[in-house]
């Protein structure tokens, strides 16, 4: 069993739609990372967080430490959205999901 | 700063062959991660700098590999001999602390193809 698992592995969604990437973990952390990759292949931090709930622009990103999961959130998604979604965690050590691929079309 | 600097971009060499991956973390940060990125893992940590020492090489997959960095600007991270099965992308990233309230900065990797 993997130590994060992530939700849904592949999604498509038409631009304008409200997208939601879930992640849930086993382990306990001091930290966790949603990172974005783009098909070029460069991975930029989106957010990192110990609680509650952070926004920047059109990405919301939640965790609730008691059920150990968190929620990236994209509202009114865009082509260039299309990415994926990774969520990271860190405590003793760095864990990794497997990665989130969304196509948001036109 | 121009962030994290990886070089080269892109490296194909024959099996055998010893290969040197780069990597200039931000100024000022003083974590340094190398990363594994394959189709089959994904993302991997191989092993993690502080200040210069390293603090975690678990990760690593086997002795054909070793980092080093013998400066806070500089950081390499070696396979020798290397072998078809090492092919993947590799990142180097920097942050100022390794936990919370933190982030990891990323190089644009370097894809390491072994024929």
């Known amino acids: 069993k993997n130590e994060v698992e992530q939700s849904p592995q592949n999604l498509t969604a038409q631009e304008g739609e409200f997208i939601t990437i879930n992640c849930s973990y086993s382990v306990g952390i001091s930290a966790l990372h949603w990172l974005q990759q783009h098909p070029g292949g460069g991975i930029v931090s989106l957010f990192m967080l110990s609680s509650g709930k952070k926004k920047h622009g059109r990405l919301i990103a939640t965790i609730n430490i008691q059920e150990k999961h968190s929620s990236l959130h994209i509202t009114a998604s865009h082509p260039r959205d299309s990415a994926v979604y990774i969520c990271?965690?860190?405590?003793?050590?760095?864990?990794f999901g497997t990665g989130t691929s969304l196509t948001v079309i036109p | 700063d121009a962030g994290v600097i990886q070089s080269p971009r892109h490296e194909v060499t024959e099996m055998g062959q010893e290969v040197t991956l780069r990597c200039k973390p931000i100024s000022g940060h003083d974590y340094l991660f190398w990363y594994r990125q394959t189709m089959m893992r994904g993302l991997e940590l191989l092993i993690y700098f502080n200040n210069n020492v390293p603090i975690d090489d678990s990760g690593m997959p086997e002795d054909r590999f070793s980092a080093k960095m013998p400066n806070a600007s500089f950081s390499t991270l070696k396979i020798q001999p290397s072998e078809p099965r090492d092919s993947a992308v590799y990142f180097c990233a920097s942050s100022l602390m390794r936990h919370a309230n933190t982030e990891a900065f990323f190089g644009q990797g370097t894809r390491l193809t072994v024929v």
């Open positions: 990271a965690v860190t405590g003793n050590q760095f864990y």
